[in-house]
């Protein structure tokens, strides 16, 4: 079975001369773990990450690895609503 939508990609890069294209599958989430409670506060002030897309921060706790172990749950979480 051929994709027609690759098909017509590839028809239209030939015709606008790219050697190649980049094809991504939206949404892309990016993790930061473990910041520092004024750290987050700035980020946030600063809107500093605004520009990455979708991004979750999680704030350190006295549990080594906590903030990650919180990030890691929230991707299961989403890659089961995605699947």
């Avoid at 949404?27 to 409670?37: E, H, K, N, Q, R």
């Avoid at 750290?39 to 946030?44: G, K, R, S």
């Amino acid at each position: 079975m051929v994709d027609h939508r690759v098909e017509r990609l590839r028809e239209e890069a030939e015709r606008v001369g790219l050697d190649a294209v980049l094809v991504t599958s939206p949404p892309s989430i990016f993790y930061l773990t473990g910041l520092d409670p004024e750290v987050l506060a700035q980020v946030q002030r600063n809107r500093t990450v605004e520009s990455a897309g979708d991004v979750r921060l999680f704030v350190a706790t006295d549990v080594i690895g906590e903030a990650s172990l919180e990030a890691y749950r929230h991707a299961e979480a989403w890659l089961a609503t995605e699947s």
